[in-house]
């Protein structure tokens, strides 16, 4: 069974900076595609990034030229480097794979989650 552990979250200024882990394990991690989805509160929960098993990425409009999604298969652990936090960014932040035990199993498997909370 994959499980996922996300962390990294916090409060930051409007303009700051965090760095999201999450470390996934019971999976072949390496040879799946990666995301990171992330739901405000009363709102569904929304692409954010995704990066291939060859490092390819690509990313929800609002994130480009902000965020950064990256991974290192040897933990197991894909980041989610955030710059130029806005308030409208506050939400909790999942990553997920895109695999049958997670994504696209009914219904989807997530992880805990790591609250973003952007604010002066």
């Known amino acids: 069974q994959v499980q996922f552990v996300e962390s990294g979250g916090g409060l930051v200024q409007p303009g700051g900076s965090l760095k999201l882990s999450c470390v996934v394990s019971?999976?072949?991690?390496?040879?799946?595609?990666m995301g990171w989805y992330r739901q405000a509160p009363g709102k569904q929960r929304d692409f954010v990034a995704r990066i291939g098993t060859f490092g390819r990425t690509n990313y929800a409009d609002s994130m480009k030229g902000r965020f950064t999604i990256s991974r290192d298969n040897a933990k197991n652990t894909v980041y989610l480097q955030m710059n130029n936090l806005k308030p409208e960014d506050t939400a909790v932040y999942y990553c997920?794979?895109?695999?049958?035990?997670?994504?696209?199993?009914?219904?989807?498997?997530w992880g805990q989650g790591t609250q973003v909370t952007v604010s002066s």
């Open positions: 019971g999976s072949t991690f390496s040879i799946y595609e």
């Open positions: 997920t794979e895109y695999s049958s035990q997670a994504y696209y199993s009914t219904p989807p498997s």
